[in-house]
């Protein structure tokens, strides 16, 4: 099972999970990629923010890309001390729908990089 990791973390040592394709379909890395310092550059070059890796358990809880669930569970428990006073209730309704656009942005981001979109 891959990992999704912020491309500012990926180490040498790491495979990729999943091919990488460009916007035209073509083969950029494939599964298996050790991801070499030049290989990231490409990958940053074309605006990849993350990768999904094998050898989960691998990275730091802090390198992965969490789940909007995830991002949300976590949110929930910073804020579950204070009482829901309007402007707590709006600062966290504005917290969640940058997670929600975050998240957004990386499934396009994975989608073109599996070639799902172009």
């Known amino acids: 099972m891959g990992v999704r990791i912020h491309l500012q973390y990926a180490k040498p040592q790491m495979r990729l999970a999943r091919p990488i394709t460009d ?8 599964v298996g990629t050790v991801l070499s310092p030049g290989v990231v550059r490409v990958l ?7 990768v999904v890796v094998d050898g989960a358990g ?3 809880s802090w390198e992965r890309v969490r789940t909007l669930d995830e991002e949300r569970s976590a949110l929930a428990a910073r ?3 204070e009482p829901p006073t309007p402007p707590l209730v709006d600062i966290r309704a504005a917290i ?14 994975a989608a073109v990089a599996e070639g799902r979109e172009a």
Not at 23 to 30: E, K, M, N
Not at 96 to 109: P, Y
């Open 23 to 30: 916007a035209s379909g073509r083969l950029v890395a494939g």
């Open 44 to 50: 940053r070059q074309m605006a990849l923010q993350s």
């Open 58 to 60: 691998a990275e730091a």
């Open 79 to 81: 804020f579950a001390a």
């Open 96 to 109: 969640d729908r940058h997670l929600e656009r975050r998240a957004a942005t990386f499934a396009r981001g």
